[in-house]
């Protein structure tokens, strides 16, 4: 099983500063990557994939970095609407999926 | 538009059964792998496992085998996630998202289940 763990737990950022996320693999996963966001009541959404690729309408301040076992993912400018809880996803090892532990990105 | 519309929340006791639905709509249902995540109350995301609705190949996350059946109606576009006895660990919301290659791009609103003890 691939483990995949995120770093820090909580992001304490204020608005238009730079919030850099962090996802760790146990063991090589390529760049198959996806991040994801859920905000408070909602299902999450997809933002990346294949670690680097923004999915269809997602702001340009978001940005995917990263191969093997080290993964980043960039808000470049937070906006108010970008507080929420992002995971990472592996599915390097299908049909064998995992998700990290997610991390909180919160109002400084 | 592509939809994923699941069945409304569930209030159970311990050791009774559940089926919960996932109705996809706006693509071809039957050539996608639809995927079941469990997030229990304030803890993250767990994939418990994916149907490819053509032919109902099942893969399911070890975790979870035996667990819980997952299962699909192809000509009514739905994928479902059941248990045969429920326990209170089993409360969680529950999502079912399409995988669009291997990553889920597009997901339901969720279902919320219920057990008590």
């Known amino acids: 099983e691939i483990v995949m763990t995120q770093s820090p737990a909580t992001l304490s950022v204020s608005p238009g500063e730079r919030a850099t996320l962090s996802c760790r693999a146990s063991?090589?996963?390529?760049?198959?990557l996806a991040w994801y966001q859920q905000k408070p009541g909602q299902a999450p959404r997809l933002l990346i994939y294949e670690a680097s690729t923004r999915a269809t309408g997602i702001p340009a301040r978001f940005s995917g970095s990263g191969s093997g076992t080290e993964f980043t993912l960039t808000i470049s400018s937070l906006q108010s609407e970008d507080f929420a809880i992002y995971y990472c996803q592996q599915y390097n090892k299908w049909p064998l999926l995992s998700f990290g532990g997610g991390t909180k990105v919160e109002s400084k | 538009e592509v939809q994923l519309v699941q069945s409304g929340a569930e209030v159970k006791k311990a050791g009774e059964s559940l089926k919960i639905s996932c109705k996809g709509s706006g693509f071809t249902f039957r050539s996608h792998w639809i995927g079941w995540v469990r997030q229990r109350p304030g803890k993250g995301l767990e994939w418990m496992g994916t149907i490819y609705p053509g032919d109902s190949d099942v893969r399911y996350n070890p975790t979870f085998q035996g667990q819980v059946t997952i299962s699909a109606d192809k000509s009514i576009t739905t994928a479902y996630l059941q248990w045969s006895s429920l326990k209170a660990s089993d409360t969680a919301t529950y999502y079912c998202?399409?995988?669009?290659?291997?990553?889920?791009?597009?997901w339901g609103q969720g279902t919320l289940v219920t057990v008590s003890s």
């Open positions: 063991q090589s996963i390529s760049s198959d």
């Open positions: 998202a399409r995988q669009w290659t291997k990553e889920f791009d597009s």
